[in-house]
């Protein structure tokens, strides 16, 4: 099985490559990378205009299999991954069972291997059960191939159980994701706290408590010299802290989402559930941060926080509805058209968030187009519109907050492993 | 300017001359209810339904009044008889309620939104009766109405508005209408009791009352919202009374013929005396009179909008 794309620009930041080339891929691995190369290959996808890139990593996936498979399965999560350009996602770990043992890591990679299309990563917990009380097993979730640790969802709010745990995965050598959130600061509060919280009459959520937690557990990142990833960035504190970390030398990187850097909490004044996400829109000036923090490295990576909930749990009150929207088939175009077409960053620099970065801090042999490479590759349209239907979205849940936006970029095909796994 | 919307969900979404328009035809209404047969056939025909998720009898009942003054038929639903206990979501409620070919559907609800959620997913007609902290759009025009009868006007009035804002529906909507109506509104409350970034609405913000009573031509008098903020810090019953408490002994430093008024039901001797409650100044029982007439005209208008746009 051999697939020939020719005459695509190829970026590959990697490799410091930006130009049209043309790029074999034979078995599941790239073969040659070249002008002219002979089209003698099973498949040739004419790639004239389009851009040729490593395949996208998504470090921030709710897949929610096992337990809520009636919101989203590893199937139909991993379908929609590919159909954003996606080939390797992490799986956030906050299911039922929680993945907090050897057991059900066992149970999960069960699942993956009958029913991905694409490379799922597992991500375990640092709490049995996500309680926050006792460390899980950290040395046996690594052994049995967890590739990050994380509570998502919640913090674990004892600074020294949240000490213990860095210094084991130090140990262990794996990485730990913060959700950063301290509940006693956010309580109740279903937006960002502001005017609009006023005017909505609905209790907010303080950026507050978003960075005194990404202060706290950098602290903590520094004492035990481990290093930490810290999820969904939403408040200019929090991104001043981190860069002031990262001067220090302290092993800290972080994501953001993009919601964060598309819309505020004015999207939120018509009570549009599908605007109810943790942490909340904020303010433009925040958003004015996010795209800055992108632009100058203080954000390495972007990352979709995909949480599909069914419309049972978001058509309804908005305080009553949960929290979170999903990404996967939006991720990229929204990226393209906020990032790129708006002139904040280059091609290459978005490549470099949603795939370079998020390879090098999982620590994968991905996001790199070299020869002999694993054959994960996403064929971009840069300048093609289109527009985010409802009925068009193929997750399971169609929780989208971009539901009828107008969008620039589109995913073409995508390579998983040397098999076309999406074809527009 | 004709009425144009098929939804009345708060005084933020309507312009200046759309409040106004409300308020003239409220006028009109008013001496429906002094006549000796107190009923007009303007809504005959026309099926309203209360949907009540919260506890009220004042504003419930001051709604069926208003639509059966106008000859609609009436229908009231609470949360204990109706299939809600059942786990039934708001928006299928609603469904149903518009299945049986109602009107208009007046709600009155605990959860901020919900009136804006239920007008975007049916046809038919929805007032908003007060939802969660949001807004109480038919309460603040029955102050507004009361105010311009007793004053003339509202453009350049000094109103101060006293006591839980935070909590309080009547408050924003009452801020919104008033603002946009031209009088100068200030709040006055403990700060655990202001919502964060009020000011923002053209409000001025006072911790005294005295000072805050000092140019008022009116003053609207909160209640504490004990019930809807479980778990939050109120201030103690008796400190508030003496810092913020109207009595006779503040209204005698303001001007003589300061308008009191007050969304009910009062709590005498927590946020006003019995004196001040039942004085020459206040316009309580009033304000429950020219309720019905303004929700006559909301009714009215939302009915007519309707009708004009299919």
Redesign the interface.
Known sequence: MSILIKGGRLIDPVNKIDGVLDILVEENQISKIGKNIKPSADTIIDAQGKIIAPGLIDMHVHMRQPGREDKETVATATAAAAKGGITTVLAMPNTTPAIDCAEHIELLQGIIKQDARINVLICGTITKGRLGKELSEITELKQKGAHALSDDGSSVDDDALMRQALQKAQQAGILTICHSEDKRLSGKGVIN???N??????R?IASESEYKRVSRDIQLAEESQAPIHIAHVSCRESIEIITQAKKKGIKVTCETAPHYFTLTEEDVL??DTNMKMNPPLRSRLDLAAIKQGLKNGAIDCIASDHAPHTE?EK??????AEFGVIGLETEFAVSATELVHSGALDWSKLIEKLSVNPAKILGIDRGDLGQAKVADIVIIAPDQEWKVEKNSLISKSKNSAFIGRSLKGAVDCTICSGKIVYKR | MPWTKKDLLGL?YLTAEEIELILETAESFKEVSTREIKKVPALRGKTAVNLFYEPSTRTRVSFEVAAKRLSADVINIATETSSVRKGE???DTGKNIQALKADIIIMR?N????A??LA?ALDISVINAG?????HPTQALLDIFTLKEKLGKIKGLNVTIVGDIAHS?VA?SNIWGLTKLGAQVTLCAPEMLL????E??GAKISSNIDEALKNADAINVLRMQFERDEGAAFPEQLDYYKKFGITEERLKKAKKDIVVMHPGPINRGIEMSSEVADGKNSVILEQVTNGIAVRMAVLFLVAQAKEAGQ
């Open positions: 706290l502001g005017f919280s006023t005017r909505l009459g609905l907010g018509g009570y049972n058509d309804i009150e908005f305080e009553r | 933020e979501t708001l928006i609800h959860c901020s939104g919900a804006n959620m975007r939802d969660g902290w949001h807004e529906r924003r919502p964060v970034e009020i923002k609405t």
